[in-house]
């Protein structure tokens, strides 16, 4: 049997401390931050009945972030009976979209091509965002369930970017800059944001320079959108566990150079 | 419980059994990941793409232009016959060309163009009061442009502005480092709510 090293007994303290605090069930009583409002509040203030494209750029890998994430901007938009034209422009994504779209649409009644419409995957994301700009149709001709494009009340009359209200680009990674170099500077879409915490200093410059108009960031931000559409999810379910691990790491690295001074100056003397 | 839940849930423990050492189910489940994720792309992009948008468009007959893509593409695999290895130049070249002609102009202007001006704003606003965030904003570029100005010495006031610099990047990495943290800490509560709750259902 391998020898215990300090590392396994912090992994052993971070699984404890995030089982038990998940078992307690406490939620956090969380105000949302500026970013996470101003996008509750665009999707809150559009007309009712306004297209807006979600695009599942992400892996399957971040899906326990990504979930909460997407779910939440899902909720709020079919309950605001939002039009929804799903794509993805990663393969892994593809499915988990579907899923996700399927799953929230049955909550709120929201009927497959005229609510909502799932089109799958394009390779080569920036000739896809680019295509989409020309005409939406020809870039997918048919559903991601095979239907012809045509075949949809939803998308009839949307033609390119200037039929959408926005693009919700729920990432794990640096698509979304795509979206603005290409979607929001060349044909002027607006795009919004729903990305994983360790993206957010990427899309802060684009957010405060106004390329992108707003945005959500990792399983904090969802538990804040949560809050605002009022409907509970895995975000408000993982915030205390988040913050306790967070402290968690906070008390390694202060042990963690308290030991590494200490032994310096065992040394040192020595 | 139904299939899929109990081959996440064991695929789960597998891949986190990592922690401990490396061991032979960590690894079947690593490959597994590898393998499914790369016949999943194949799949996708063959039905979603090359079916939807090539084939059944050319051999139908409506769109005899893509002719063009397909020769291109099949281009592509000339490269592993030594013969015939430099004709996969041609659609290389084709991709490198309007790949770059399409990235230039859209990155100059997203990522530079547009970050400068909203980088230089008015330092004082209209009644008079310092614009703290914007004088912040300024000093920051300048610094951290000194630091990676590399064709004169760091040394003296040009030194001791790019020492300024490196404070700025320094407080970038952090928070970077901070946010990533707090990204990997969620997909490990995001899995431990799976286990807790679908697999092992010990939580509501």
């Known amino acids: 049997m391998k020898k215990l090293e300090a590392r396994h007994f912090a992994f052993l303290g971070l699984f404890l401390v995030v089982t038990l605090t998940m078992l307690l069930n406490i939620k956090l009583d969380m105000k949302a931050s500026p ?71 049955g909550e709120h009644g929201a009927e497959y091509g005229t609510d909502y419409v799932y089109l799958g995957f394009r390779p080569q994301y920036i ?96 538990a804040e959108y949560e809050k605002l559409i009022g409907k509970d999810g895995g975000g408000a379910r993982g915030m205390l566990a988040q913050s306790s691990a967070h402290i968690y790491v906070i008390l390694l690295i202060v042990l963690g150079n308290i030991a590494y001074f200490s032994s310096r100056r065992t040394k040192g003397s020595g | 419980m139904e299939m899929g839940t109990i081959i996440a849930g064991i695929l789960t423990l597998a891949i986190l059994s990592f ?18 994720s790369i016949g999943y792309v194949l799949v996708i992009t063959w039905t979603n793409t090359l079916m939807s ?12 232009w893509l002719i063009i893509p397909l020769i291109l593409g099949l281009l592509m695999w000339a490269r592993f016959h030594k013969n015939i290895a430099s004709l996969s130049r041609i659609p290389i070249g084709f991709m490198i060309g309007s790949g770059a002609g399409v990235a230039i102009p859209a990155m100059l202007y997203g990522r530079t163009l547009r970050q400068l001006s909203a980088s230089v704003t008015p330092l004082v606003d209209s009644s008079g009061v310092p614009n703290i965030s914007g004088i912040v904003v ?67």
């Not at chain 1, 075949?151 to 970017?161: C, H, I, M, R, T």
């Open chain 1, 35 to 105: 970013y996470t409002q101003a996008l509750y509040n665009y999707i809150e203030f559009l007309p009712e009945g306004s297209t807006l494209i979600v695009s599942f750029d992400h892996e399957a890998s971040s899906l326990p972030e990504i979930r909460p994430i997407a779910t939440a901007v899902l909720r709020h938009a079919f309950r605001k009976k939002h039009k929804l034209i799903g794509v993805s422009l990663l393969a892994e994504g593809t499915l988990i979209g579907y899923r996700l779209m399927r799953e929230t649409a």
């Open chain 2, 53 to 64: 948008l090539l084939f059944v468009p050319l051999f139908a007959g409506s769109d005899l």
């Open chain 2, 19 to 36: 922690l401990y050492r490396d061991n032979p189910i960590y690894k079947m489940a690593e490959y597994l990941l590898i393998g499914v």
């Open chain 1, 127 to 222: 000739a896809a965002i680019l295509a989409m700009g020309e005409s939406i149709e020809k870039t997918y001709p048919q559903d991601y369930l095979g239907n012809p494009y045509g075949q949809f009340e939803l998308l009839k009359g949307v033609q390119n970017y200037d039929d959408i209200a926005a693009v919700v680009s729920i990432a794990d990674g640096s698509l979304t800059t795509h979206w603005i170099e290409y979607g929001q500077a060349r044909y002027g879409v607006r795009v919004v944001g729903a990305v994983t915490a360790a993206m957010v200093t990427t899309y802060d410059p684009y957010l405060a320079s106004g390329q992108m108009y707003a945005m959500m960031g990792g399983l904090r931000g969802a």
């Open chain 2, 138 to 204: 300024i000093a920051g570029l300048l610094t951290t442009l000194s630091y990676f100005y590399f064709s004169r010495e760091h040394k003296g006031h040009f030194g001791r502005l790019a020492k300024v610099g490196t404070f700025f990047l320094m407080v970038f990495f952090g928070t970077t480092f901070g946010y990533t943290v707090m990204s990997r800490m969620s997909t490990f509560i995001g899995r431990m709510e799976f286990l807790l709750t679908d697999f092992l259902r010990l939580a509501n």
